[in-house]
């Protein structure tokens, strides 16, 4: 089975940097993703993890220790349109299970 | 990516009806997956649907109440059947881009009054 931690809400305020922890356990990995998601919308991708590190992607950066079961994701100089729910998700690999399953989500609101 | 088509984007039902969803993807694709996300949940995954074969529902999750097609690589439906005003909830349909991660169509919006 998995569990997959993430903080339920956070607040930042616009051209900041914020930080938003995920913390999992799988019987199998094969990656880590992070989505947004505006409220009323569905998700779109934002980045992906396999080997540990960092990878940039514009503002967006996400890390990964696959030893800890750790990733973040980093928001730098936020604006209010990133004001959405951001999901961890995790993708097994074991031979009968291939899917990707969601944490809950972290609520970020970018304050001016 | 993928481009997924998805209906209808929403719709009210009254309760002990059925609500068909449908999922047309632009290539074709191997898996498709159904999730629920209820009203400030997060993603809960119903089944994953292979052409040619039977749906794999998660845990929680049945046939009879979910039942899914998949007729070819290309298109999917999942039934809501018999409503509930607990089956009110967001449902989406995704896909398994070519990069690993998922597509997501638009979402259907069910309301069950």
């Known amino acids: 089975g998995q569990n997959i931690d993430q903080p339920t809400e956070m607040t930042a305020t616009e051209g900041a940097i914020v930080q938003i922890n995920c913390t999992y356990q799988?019987?199998?990995?094969?990656?880590l993703f992070w989505y947004q998601q505006h409220a009323g919308e569905a998700p779109t991708f934002l980045s992906y993890?396999?080997?540990?590190g960092l990878e940039e992607k514009g503002r967006f950066s996400s890390f990964l220790s696959r030893s800890k079961g750790y990733s973040y994701l980093l928001l730098k100089e936020l604006q209010m349109k990133d004001s959405a729910s951001y999901l961890c998700a995790v993708r097994d690999l074991t031979p009968d299970n291939n899917d990707m399953r969601f944490g809950a989500g972290t609520r970020l609101t970018v304050k001016p | 990516s993928a481009v997924i088509s998805q209906k209808p984007s929403r719709d009210i039902c009254q309760r002990g009806t059925s609500l068909t969803i449908q999922c047309q993807v632009d290539s074709q694709v191997t898996m498709m997956f159904w999730y629920r996300q209820q009203p400030g949940q997060s993603l809960t995954l119903i089944a994953t649907?292979?052409?040619?074969?039977?749906?794999?529902?998660e845990s929680g999750f049945v046939i009879d109440k979910f039942p899914i097609s998949r007729p070819n690589l290309t298109f999917s439906t999942l039934t809501v059947s018999n409503m509930s005003p607990e089956d009110s909830s967001i449902y989406l349909c995704?896909?398994?881009?070519?990069?690993?991660?998922?597509?997501f169509g638009s979402g259907t919006r069910l309301t069950v009054v």
């Open positions: 799988t019987s199998g990995f094969n990656g």
């Open positions: 649907a292979n052409q040619g074969s039977e749906a794999t529902y």
């Open positions: 995704s896909v398994d881009d070519r990069e690993g991660s998922y597509t």
């Open positions: 993890n396999v080997l540990d």
